[in-house]
C-alpha cells in the first residue's frame, strides 16, 4: 500500500507541475480506488493534499508576481463562504451523488481541455504609482466593480463544488478569472492556487471531525505530491502543453466512466 500511495502521490504531483491544475482529480481517485479510502474520508483527504500542495504553488507564484491578491481576495472570500455550505451538505449528500457528480465535473475538465484554445488578448498594464506591486490593468477597478455579481455568484458556486465533491475547480476559476477580471493568463493561474488553497482548506475543516483523517496516508501522499509537482515544473518546458493536456483529457474520461460504471450506475 505504500507503494501505491507513493506512486499515487508522485503522479498527482507531476500532472500538477505539468499542467497546473488537476491535483484533486487524480488524488481523490487515487485514494478511492488504488488505496481503498471510504468515499467521503478520500474526498476530505483529497481536499487536505491540494490545500497545501496549491498553497506551496501559490507561494511559489507570488514570489514571481503572478498572483493578484486583491483579486484573489474578493474571489476567495466568496469561494470559501461557498466551500462551507459545499461542506455542510456534503456531509449529509449520498456517496453516489458526490461521485457522479465528480465524474461530471471531470467529464466537464476533459472536454475543456480538448476544446481548440484561443488565444487570450494580455490586457494593457500600468504599474502602481509610487509602489512596487505588480502591474494592474488600466480598468481593472472598473471591471471588477462592474462584475462584482458575477464574481459573487462564481466564486461561491466554484467553492460550494469544492466542498461537497472534493475538487479544487481551477479549470473553471482560471478562465472566470481572465474573462471577468481581464488579468493576464499567468496571473490568473497563479491567483487560480491561492483561492483553491483557501476553498480547500475551508472545505477540510468541514470535514475534519465528521469523517476519520488517516493522516499517516495523507502526510505522505502530500508529501510525494509536492515532490512530484517540483518535478514536473522543471520538466514542464520539454512537453508540448496542448498534447499533454489532450493525453491528460482522454484519461479523465475513462477514469470518470470507471467511477460512473462502479459506483454510480
Same mark, same amino acid.
Given at each position: 500500500m505504500i507503494i501505491i500511495a507513493i506512486f499515487a502521490g508522485a503522479v498527482n504531483g507531476i500532472v500538477l507541475g505539468l499542467l497546473g491544475s488537476g491535483g484533486s482529480i487524480v488524488s481523490m481517485p487515487s485514494l478511492l480506488y488504488l488505496l481503498h479510502v471510504e468515499p467521503k474520508?478520500?474526498?476530505a483527504m483529497s481536499l487536505g493534499i491540494v490545500a497545501v500542495t496549491a498553497s506551496i504553488s501559490a507561494l511559489d507564484n507570488?514570489?514571481?508576481?503572478?498572483?493578484?491578491?486583491r483579486v484573489a481576495a474578493m474571489f476567495g472570500l466568496f469561494g470559501v463562504i461557498?466551500?462551507?455550505?459545499?461542506?455542510? =451538505?456534503?456531509?449529509?449528500?449520498?456517496?453516489?451523488?458526490? =461521485?457522479?457528480?465528480?465524474?461530471?465535473?471531470?467529464?466537464?475538465?476533459?472536454?475543456?481541455? =480538448?476544446?481548440?484554445?484561443k488565444q487570450q488578448q494580455p490586457v494593457q498594464s500600468v504599474q502602481r504609482?509610487?509602489?512596487?506591486?505588480?502591474?494592474?490593468?488600466i480598468a481593472e477597478n472598473e471591471i471588477?466593480?462592474?462584475?462584482?455579481?458575477?464574481?459573487?455568484?462564481?466564486g461561491m458556486g466554484v467553492g460550494a463544488l469544492t466542498g461537497l465533491i472534493g475538487v479544487g475547480g481551477g479549470f473553471l476559476i482560471v478562465p472566470s478569472l481572465v474573462l471577468i477580471s481581464g488579468i493576464p493568463m499567468k496571473?490568473?493561474?497563479?491567483?487560480?492556487l491561492a483561492i483553491v488553497a483557501a476553498n480547500s482548506y475551508t472545505g477540510f475543516s468541514g470535514y475534519m471531525g465528521v469523517v476519520p483523517i488517516n493522516w499517516i496516508m495523507m502526510t505522505?501522499?502530500?508529501?510525494?505530491?509536492?515532490?512530484?509537482?517540483?518535478?514536473?515544473?522543471?520538466?514542464a518546458h520539454r512537453f508540448s502543453q496542448e498534447k499533454l493536456k489532450k493525453i491528460f483529457a482522454v484519461f479523465l474520461i475513462i477514469v470518470a466512466m470507471y467511477i460512473l460504471l462502479k459506483s454510480v450506475i
Open positions: 474520508q478520500a474526498i507570488w514570489r514571481r508576481g503572478n498572483v493578484d491578491v461557498g466551500a462551507f455550505c459545499g461542506t455542510r =451538505l456534503g456531509v449529509h449528500t449520498p456517496v453516489a451523488l458526490q =461521485l457522479g457528480l465528480f465524474a461530471l465535473v471531470m467529464l466537464a475538465a476533459a472536454w475543456r481541455m =480538448l476544446r481548440t484554445k504609482t509610487g509602489g512596487s506591486g505588480p502591474a494592474i490593468s471588477i466593480k462592474a462584475h462584482m455579481g458575477q464574481i459573487a455568484l462564481l496571473t490568473a493561474i497563479g491567483t487560480s505522505s501522499f502530500t508529501a510525494v505530491t509536492v515532490a512530484g509537482s517540483f518535478a514536473g515544473t522543471r520538466i
